[in-house]
């Protein structure tokens, strides 16, 4: 295995695994996207590559894209970018790539992520990974990169290693910003405060992150999400900074001109393209976690209730 100039496979080359691949593979390193959308891939074939816009310009970037897994004989680092629900499936169709050391690595949304992957390739091989970053797919073969923002990895059991070090030295001389850290459960939960904020009203009101903070009633809103994830947080013996936490909500106000303030949620985009969103694994999860606990969690189960009506019309009219 090579840490420092790793062979990286993407599971879902979607918005963000497509982000990661495209940059990663500007900077330099081997890269493989795999994703089961057909004339995506198709696309990024005809083309000589992945079609990247926005922050740093528009070019195409070389690299190698399959829907074919069982094509790859082999992989360094596999990231894991498909859906939260995918990851069974991905990990069982990728684990011939494991076996010598190979490190997978879930940049997802959510909590179980990494459970989920580890209880197919074995705890040893999966490490944590989260990201401030965003991005879209606005065409097959194309997408758009919002933002330069931090993107961290880390050992689940907490701790720095040799392989989150490396690795974060790799990524980071090869394009993609990134930090090992000691405490990826915490800042998988300080993710998770955002997409908990965010991801559920963009998905139901078609709005952009800064859109939503500009409407009074939908602060109050995002603000009791964050509040009663914190309080589920803090019983998984993870205290949060809910006060931080809002005002780096409330930055996203003046955030107009770019960034990632300018987005919509990956849920959203779920919706639109009329697939089955991530719900579960997100506002769910945190709601599960509280009834675990005993804590209510009212506007969360209410975000859930709302995103499945609206992704059950969405699935109906894309039979």
Not at 177 to 200: D, Y
Not at 201 to 225: G, K, W, Y
Not at 252 to 278: H, P, Q
């Amino acid at each position: 295995m090579n840490l420092d100039q790793p062979h990286l496979v993407v599971m879902g080359a979607g918005a963000m695994g497509g982000l990661f691949g495209g940059l990663l593979a500007e900077g330099g390193l081997r890269v493989t996207l795999v994703d089961a959308w057909a004339e995506h891939i198709a696309a990024m074939r005809a083309q000589g590559g992945l079609r990247m816009v926005g922050v740093g310009g528009d070019r195409i970037i070389p690299l190698t894209a399959t829907t074919d897994v069982a094509s790859i004989p082999a992989a360094d680092v596999v990231f894991f970018q498909c859906k939260a629900y995918a990851n069974e499936a991905a990990a069982t169709s990728a684990r011939h790539l494991f076996g010598n050391g190979t490190v997978a690595i879930s940049f997802q949304n959510g909590l179980g992520n990494e459970a989920r992957i580890a209880a197919v390739l074995g705890p040893a091989n999966v490490i944590g990974g989260l990201t401030a970053q965003a991005g879209l797919v606005e065409a097959p073969g194309m997408v758009r990169n919002y933002g330069d923002l931090p993107t961290h990895i880390g050992e689940m059991a907490g701790g720095l290693s040799d392989r989150t070090t490396r690795l974060a030295a790799a990524f980071t001389s090869h394009g993609l910003p990134v930090t090992a850290s000691p405490e990826i459960k915490r800042e998988k939960w300080k993710k998770l405060l955002g997409n908990v904020a965010l991801g559920a009203i963009s998905a139901v009101t078609d709005m952009r992150s800064f859109e939503i903070m500009q409407v009074p009633e939908l602060q109050t809103t995002v603000f009791r999400l964050v509040d009663e994830a914190a309080q589920v947080a803090a019983a998984d013996g993870v205290v949060l900074d809910t006060e931080g936490a809002r005002s780096v909500l409330m930055k996203l106000i003046d955030t107009t001109g770019g960034g990632t303030g300018n987005a919509k949620s990956s849920m959203r985009e779920d919706i639109i393209r009329r697939r089955r969103t991530e719900i579960d694994t997100i506002h769910g999860a945190v709601a599960a976690l509280g009834r675990t606990y005993g804590i209510a969690t009212p506007t969360l189960d209410a975000m859930v209730a709302v995103v499945k009506g609206v992704e059950a019309m969405a699935l109906a009219a894309g039979r």
